[in-house]
């Protein structure tokens, strides 16, 4: 960054100061363009998120009631049993998606595949809904993870551009702005400079032009007599 | 006039059932103040001995459990003891449900590659305590080489000398294509009816209220599984795989049910034959099946198995004992965990079976 101290004060670099100015607002604009569209982002996300959270909530209290009922129904070693029997879950996959340069986390896959439905109906009724309201409550806890880390990143990168516009804003723009005044100044001082030597060169040439004619009439006026 | 041959079993078995808890007793277990409080209650019962044995071991409510299922095992061998010998096969066909059980076990950890240490525990086996029910036709040194195999491959072959090996033989191959079991356990559990109602075979002439009861169950599965797939939106291809033949309810009605919008459309059509009015009632409340079970078993309890009590000197006695037995046991074991729970005195009276 330019200070003021070693700066050429020269035409050039005012241009090319003016022209990293207006590069910089631009920046600015988009900055701040970019820091809504985050913003905006950010609240969906966390709308979303936040129903997403409720809705946890209740899925985990209908899920314990129905453990609660399948080891009433089905006694607990038959819970258990059974719950040896659900297969594995598959391999989760971490995908990314952009939005406005941000990478947010997009999970596929984690969940079990058809067999498990077909499995649910040779299941005691109580057990059935306990597996199926965990299998949702799953599916809840995997969205809850991917928006709530979309939010983290999300805001993390408001912040980044935030400190980023405020540093252009306050910081750069105004030290530039400095600059071009600086410049002006100096290219002023030096235009007064000039002015002011050529006047002064000129008033001595007058001088000197009218103390060349007075030597002259003079010498005139000897020859006369 | 001749004796018959169960009048030594009757004898038996109603010398034993006035050991079985009354509706006063259930009543008292469910104002105790606490599962404990329960278990002491229990001790001065018949489930006192077991509840002892585990009391080291285990701590309420899994105490109860243990010793309620260390009970029944004791039951059932009584049972399966005072059975005459026509009756036996009849017996053994409906204990074959804890075999199913186990085989069913030891596949799925098979197929998801589980260790025998993860899998034993859980094993229905007649050890001195043990975590399930036996039925004692396959025995447990054997169930522990059935473990020992390695793949559901193993299992299967180690099975053909019992008639699930067989059964489980003719879906190998689809399940080594798709790696799925549901096939394997349908087939199972089909194998179970089948065999049952062909014990069930008329030697006395009033074996017919035991065939409608198992026909009944029959049915009451093939309802259930008709309303979860219901309620979980299961193409009809799917379902009519896990309908089972041989209930009261022809498999082309029970496929006409299946047409029906939703599970309340479904229960109105189910209507005529069982009562399941306030269980829909519940339903649309709490959006939970779990009622339609109980309204299913209290009326197969109300229609068929009290009056099994009536058929003295038959095979219904034995069937009447060891359900009741059964019953009893799902009765502790829903006030222990609706203790534990703090569930209301209403809602655990609700889920009971009573006499």
């Known amino acids: 960054m330019p200070t003021a101290i070693n700066i050429r004060p020269t035409r050039l670099e005012y241009i090319r100061t003016k022209r990293r100015i207006l590069i910089a607002k631009k920046g600015l604009r988009l900055l701040k363009l970019k820091r809504q569209a985050l913003i905006l982002e950010f609240f969906n996300t966390s709308k979303t998120a936040a129903a997403l959270r409720s809705g946890l909530q209740a899925e985990l209290l209908k899920g314990y009631e129905s453990i609660r009922m399948a080891e009433m129904l089905a006694g607990s070693m038959r819970l258990e049993n059974e719950a040896m029997k659900i297969p594995q879950l598959s391999n989760l996959q971490i995908m990314s998606k952009n939005v406005m340069g941000v990478r947010i986390p997009k999970l596929e896959g984690g969940a079990r595949q058809q067999l498990l439905t077909e499995h649910l109906l040779e299941l005691p009724t109580s057990i059935n809904e306990a597996i199926k309201s965990f299998q949702e409550v799953h599916r809840i806890v995997l969205d809850v993870a991917e928006k709530e880390t979309a939010l983290r990143k999300l805001l993390y990168e408001i912040e980044k551009t935030k400190r980023k516009s405020n540093a252009i804003e306050n910081v750069f723009i105004p030290r530039l702005q400095a600059a071009v005044k600086f410049i002006t100044f100096r290219l002023d001082e030096m235009e007064r400079d000039t002015f002011i030597m050529l006047k002064t060169v000129k008033r001595k040439m007058g001088e000197r032009e009218q103390a060349a004619s007075l030597e002259e009439a003079k010498g005139e006026e000897i020859i006369a007599e | ?355």
Do not use: C
């Open chain 2, 1 to 355: 006039m001749p004796t018959s041959q169960y009048s030594s079993s009757f004898g038996r078995l109603q010398a034993l059932s006035v050991n079985l808890l009354s509706k006063e007793t259930m009543q008292n277990l469910i104002k105790a103040k606490d599962v404990n409080e329960m278990a002491k209650m229990l001790e001065s019962t018949w489930y006192g001995p077991e509840i002892e044995k585990a009391a080291s071991t285990y701590q309420p409510p899994e105490l109860l459990e243990v010793a309620l299922n260390a009970h029944l095992v004791n039951t059932n061998r009584i049972a399966l003891e005072a059975t005459p010998f026509n009756g036996k096969v009849a017996v053994r066909a409906y204990f074959l449900k804890w075999d199913i059980h186990n085989i069913e076990l030891i596949l799925s950890s098979k197929s998801m590659g589980k260790t025998i240490t993860e899998t034993e525990p859980f094993l229905v086996s007649s050890r001195n305590f043990p975590a399930g029910i036996t039925a004692g036709n396959i025995p447990h040194d054997e169930m522990k080489i059935i473990l020992a195999q390695t793949g559901v491959d193993g299992v299967v072959n180690q099975l053909v000398k019992y008639p699930y090996g067989t059964i489980l033989m003719q879906h190998l191959d689809s399940y080594q294509k798709s790696g799925d079991l549901g096939p394997m356990m349908t087939a199972m559990q089909a194998f179970y009816y089948k065999q049952l109602l062909e014990s069930l075979r008329f030697f006395q002439g009033d074996e017919g209220i035991i065939r409608e009861m198992v026909r009944t169950e029959i049915d009451k599965k093939n309802i259930l599984s008709l309303l979860k797939a219901k309620d979980s939106g299961i193409d009809r291809e799917i379902v009519s795989r896990h309908l089972i033949e041989g209930g009261k309810i022809p498999l082309n009605e029970l496929s006409e049910f299946y047409n029906a919008k939703n599970v309340a459309e479904l229960v109105g059509r189910v209507e005529g034959r069982f009562v399941l009015g306030s269980a829909l009632a519940q339903y649309k409340k709490t959006n939970s099946l779990i009622d339609f079970e109980v309204a299913l078993d209290k009326f197969i309890y109300i229609n068929y198995i009290k009056k099994l009590k009536n058929i003295a000197l038959s095979i219904g006695t034995i069937f009447y004992f060891i359900i009741v037995a059964e019953h009893e046991r799902e009765n502790i074991r829903r006030i222990a965990y609706g203790k534990r729970y703090n569930l209301s005195a209403e809602r655990i009276n609700s889920m009971l079976l009573y006499e």
